[in-house]
């Protein structure tokens, strides 16, 4: 009989916005040109941040409702994510995200696998 896999979705309890924020700043850090990459850490500082325009945001080459990415203006946010070792913000322009950060599996990067047609 094969081992049992422990692998519990969400194992850190993050709540749907904690959750939206880090999968939508794992898209940004996928770019190296908005990114600043530590090879020694892991760690991808996001040098800057979208912000909303009209009812959505463009995050990379998606485009999202404004509400979904909310969380990155909310200290708050950044606040239990760091906490958890998942990233930091930095000052109010750039956040890092950890290598457990980028790693972390939220269940909602499927919602970013095909670019958007905005």
Known sequence: MPPQQNKKKNPMKLNKLQLRTLVLAQVLARDPETTR???A???VTLLRLPHAHGNHVHVGEFTVAARDASGFSNPAVWVALERRGLGRADDVL???LTKEGLEYDTG?????LKPSDH
């Open 37 to 39: 990459a530590d090879e």
């Open 41 to 43: 850490t892991g760690e």
């Open 94 to 96: 750039t956040v890092t």
């Open 108 to 112: 909602l990067g499927e919602r970013f």
